[in-house]
């Protein structure tokens, strides 16, 4: 059957087999600006925007996937939501957006399904403090957290727990340097957020 998908290539871009339901390869960014980081085309079916450090890490993770999430809101900032998906390792992708922060507000994992009249398109709020911390920092947040992970600029994760006094002890010892807290919530949202350890 994936053969057949894949030779209908002038509908067909990409096929594959997966046994579950959810998106492991795509990201759901948010763009510091509107008009900074909005595709203009492909290049070699890799996604070209108008900022060119964007181009260069969408050519480094193979980026064919850049379409503008809710392109019927009225919002600027629902507006800047782009779902993204790379032919990659999506952590390293991911730690790559997160850097980018001149350009990209925020990412988060994208899961599947389909929503249908649903007004509600908010991520979790969530406010890490301090940031940049010295050995722990807090999560406030108004939803409850079912699992905690830190990952660290490679993709490697270097905790992944449901306990926030273990999420305290791992963040105690790790080297200074940048990692991503990647937060599920409850109710079956995902967050990810930069963090700087001193």
Same mark, same amino acid.
Do not use: H, W
């Given at each position: 059957?994936?053969?057949?998908?894949?030779?209908?290539?002038?509908?067909?871009?990409?096929? /594959?087999?997966? $046994?579950?339901?959810?998106? +492991?390869?795509?990201?759901?960014?948010?763009? #510091?600006?509107?008009?900074?980081?909005?595709?203009?085309? +492909?290049?070699? %079916?890799?996604?070209?925007? $108008?900022?060119?450090?964007? %181009?260069?890490?969408?050519?480094?993770?193979?980026?064919?996937?850049?379409?503008?999430?809710?392109?019927?809101?009225?919002?600027?900032?629902?507006?800047?939501?782009?779902?993204?998906?790379?032919?990659?390792? /999506? %952590?390293?992708?991911?730690?790559?957006?997160?850097?980018?922060?001149?350009?990209?507000? +925020?990412?988060?994992? #994208?899961?599947?399904?389909?929503?249908?009249?649903?007004?509600?398109?908010? /991520?979790?709020?969530?406010?890490?403090?301090?940031?940049?911390?010295?050995?722990?920092?807090?999560?406030?947040?108004?939803?409850?957290?079912?699992?905690?992970?830190?990952?660290?600029?490679?993709?490697?994760?270097?905790?992944?727990? +449901?306990?926030?006094?273990?999420?305290? @002890?791992?963040?105690?010892?790790?080297?200074?340097?940048? @990692?991503?807290? %990647?937060?599920?919530?409850?109710?079956?949202?995902?967050?990810?957020?930069?963090?700087? /350890?001193?």
């Amino acid at each position: 059957m994936i053969a057949d998908l894949l030779a209908y290539s002038t509908v067909i871009e990409s096929a /594959k087999i997966t $046994n579950n339901y959810e998106f +492991t390869d795509a990201t759901r960014l948010q763009l #510091v600006n509107l008009n900074i980081g909005a595709p203009v085309g +492909t290049s070699n %079916n890799i996604i070209v925007t $108008n900022d060119a450090g964007l %181009n260069t890490i969408f050519q480094n993770f193979n980026v064919f996937y850049y379409v503008q999430s809710y392109p019927s809101s009225n919002v600027n900032s629902t507006l800047r939501y782009y779902t993204t998906v790379c032919d990659c390792d /999506k %952590n390293l992708l991911n730690a790559a957006l997160l850097n980018y922060a001149s350009v990209i507000q +925020t990412i988060e994992s #994208v899961n599947g399904g389909v929503m249908l009249s649903n007004p509600q398109f908010d /991520k979790p709020k969530a406010v890490i403090s301090p940031n940049p911390f010295p050995r722990n920092f807090d999560i406030e947040t108004e939803q409850t957290i079912v699992n905690y992970a830190i990952i660290d600029i490679n993709g490697k994760t270097i905790s992944n727990t +449901t306990s926030k006094a273990e999420l305290d @002890y791992q963040s105690s010892k790790l080297s200074a340097g940048m @990692y991503i807290l %990647n937060l599920d919530f409850e109710n079956g949202q995902k967050a990810n957020y930069k963090l700087m /350890k001193k």
